[in-house]
């Protein structure tokens, strides 16, 4: 139901030419909901924190299917299409990968202003983000 409510409010403001902002609350939600779909990664949680730079986003997921370089593409680039839609643009991205065999989790981060370059574009390819914004390391 409430995922009916987002669509059609959102529907009827790109329809009258407003643009769609939304706050943090909302954000949170379309995640939750975005990330319970069949095809997407288990969400263990979220996170929105305020820096110098802006808004930053962490998401904690659990890492379940044997592609992982597709895990972390549809993590960045949902995140990516979130900041669009976000009264406060998001400055910088996480992705904490949680492992089932409690392996160290893997923790990705990249600029948005980057992710927009690539994602934004039809020039690039999957190995051209990942080698020019993600930053991959160990907790």
């Known amino acids: 139901m409430l995922k ?3 669509i059609l409010t959102l529907m009827f403001r790109v329809t009258n030419g407003q643009s769609i902002k939304l706050a943090e609350s909302q ?25 110098k730079e802006g808004l930053r986003v962490q998401l904690d997921i659990e890492h379940v299917n ?15 299409k979130l900041s669009k839609v976000s009264e406060k ?5 996480f992705v904490i990968i ?10 990705i981060s990249a600029s948005n202003h980057c992710l927009d370059k690539f994602f934004d574009s039809t020039l690039f390819d999957k190995s051209d983000w990942k080698n020019n914004c993600l930053n991959i390391g160990n907790l």
Do not use: A, Q, W
Request: contains cysteine; charged residues 20%; hydrophobic residues 40%.
């Open 4 to 6: 009916t409510i987002i």
């Open 27 to 51: 954000l949170k939600t379309l995640l939750i909901r975005y990330f319970s779909e069949k095809n997407m990664p288990n969400l263990i949680g979220s996170r929105l924190f305020k820096s």
């Open 66 to 80: 044997d592609d992982l370089n597709n895990t972390i593409y549809l993590c960045f680039k949902s995140l990516n």
């Open 89 to 93: 643009p998001f400055s910088e991205l």
């Open 98 to 107: 949680h492992f089932k065999n409690d392996d160290i989790p893997l923790v």
